[in-house]
């Protein structure tokens, strides 16, 4: 099986949870918990680390992982907040959602970099953009399976 399609199999079970149903701070956990061991499943298969840089590379990994699951929650609120929004859309609401979710993408990435610049000093460059890519593959079809379920701004009628 590619790999790819690997990852793609728990994001579908994680995401088949309603974007309409506002989730309580126990369910947010639970589908961050069970996603964190399923993901780091995939991460360990695909980085293929040698016994010494493993060590380094997990202290440097469950550093990010606590950062990303952080905004993993506002974007899951986020997502949440514009649900309920989106039949009776303002400007204001629009304005302040839109900022949102740029800046939660914007601090993604300076995550990312952050995390890059860390594990490059710990592992082999080759291995850290590895990890980067990897980490963009599955934000990436993350995000656009929520953008499947979510409607576009006027497609839903009032």
Known sequence: MNMKK???????????????????????AYIQS?????????????????????????????????????LGKERINTVYDYSQNIKDMTNEKAEELGLKMLSNQTRFLELLNITYSQLKAVIPQLKAVQFIQLENYLDLILRLKIME???LIGEIKK
Not at 13 to 23: D, E, G
């Open 34 to 70: 069970i996603w964190g061991m399923e993901k780091k499943d995939i991460v360990k298969k695909y980085m293929t680390l040698t016994e010494d840089e493993s060590k380094e590379f997990w202290i440097v990994y469950d550093k990010y992982e606590e950062s990303r699951k952080e």
């Open 6 to 28: 690997i990852f793609l199999i728990p994001i579908f079970i994680l995401t088949s949870i309603s974007v309409f149903a506002q989730p309580t701070k126990d369910e947010v």
């Open 149 to 151: 379920d979510l409607p």
